[in-house]
């Protein structure tokens, strides 16, 4: 009995307190976070004279699903959607195929003024994207690409941020496995393939979400380089309902909420590879 009652004394405080404690502290800062969502899905459900009620009610009266159907009839909200998805997933591709290539090679291969190069590249994400809005559409106006999705994707599909969390991630990466396939004769292209991609899951997951989520929300650039409604991008096509439908308010939100659906949906699927992702900030560092 003694000695049981000497070992639960030398026993560190439980961590059940501290949890509890956490939880106290996590529940409400959630609430505070995924407030505006509820109310942007309560208010999608609403009539319309509830939107502006006051006082405000955080239920509807009564659930109207059918406005969830009605923003669809009012404009060609599934072309904008297509469109969307169209543009944010090819984006993310030739991004995540186009930044594995160049961070493979500022990671691994030898070649003059490499670091020199790489700095440069880098120092690219210090230039505000709305500064290069003009030169860009001079360019696609130039190509006659105007009002055409190469204009939506390809400007916006070489990432110097994915080029250097990718090549911070395959620094980390041991180079015995890469000694070893050359020995066994594989190409540079081939050990990338291979060996150093189905190592980097964690940091192209990450990469693929961050490319997909901006691009699907991207506004300036789709309104800058597209004015036909054939080739319009969900926000914008938004902001085209809010000015047809102005006072619909409750439509504009079952909008809003179809068109936050698919990165929510996204973040759940791939929050094992996000938190597996954010340990390479620990290794930025480079060697």
């Known amino acids: ?55 405000p009610h955080l239920i509807p009266s009564h659930a109207e699903w059918s406005n969830f159907l009605k923003v669809w009839l009012f404009l060609p909200f599934g072309r904008f959607f297509l469109n969307s998805a169209l543009v944010a997933g090819a984006v993310s591709a030739i991004t995540l195929v186009v930044s ?20 440069i590249y880098i120092g690219t994400l210090m230039i505000p994207p709305a500064v290069l809005v003009i030169p860009l559409f ?13 204009a ?31 020995m066994d004769g594989a190409s540079r292209l081939r050990i990338l393939v291979d060996i150093i991609l189905p190592l ?4 192209l997951g990450l ?9 699907w929300n991207s506004f300036l650039w789709p309104l800058i380089v597209v004015t036909d409604p054939s080739h319009t991008t969900l926000p914008l096509g938004i902001t085209q309902f809010q000015s047809q439908q ?6 504009l939100m079952a909008g809003t909420t179809i068109a936050v659906a698919p990165g929510v949906l ?12 954010f340990q390479i900030n620990a290794g930025f560092g480079g060697r």
């Open 1 to 55: 009995m003694t000695t049981s009652v000497a070992t639960a004394s030398a026993v560190p405080p439980s961590r059940g307190g501290l949890g509890i404690v956490l939880l106290i502290g996590i529940i409400p800062t959630g609430l505070v976070f995924l407030f505006p969502f509820f109310w942007m899905v309560s208010n999608a459900l609403r009539p319309n004279g509830e939107v502006l009620a006051v006082p």
């Open 100 to 119: 594995s290539l160049s961070g493979y090679a500022f990671a691994r291969l030898v070649f003059p003024f490499r670091n020199g190069l790489f700095l």
């Open 138 to 150: 001079l360019m696609m106006n130039w190509l006659g690409w105007v009002n055409t999705y190469q």
């Open 152 to 182: 939506l994707i390809l400007p916006m599909a070489f990432s110097s941020f994915g080029t250097f969390l990718l090549r911070q991630f395959f620094m980390q990466i041991p180079r015995e496995l890469e000694e070893a396939a050359q």
């Open 200 to 203: 980097s899951i964690p940091a």
């Open 207 to 215: 990469l693929a979400l961050f490319t997909f989520t901006a691009q």
């Open 246 to 251: 102005g006072t619909q308010w409750n439509y």
């Open 266 to 277: 996204l973040t759940i699927l791939l929050q094992r590879y996000i938190f597996r992702g």
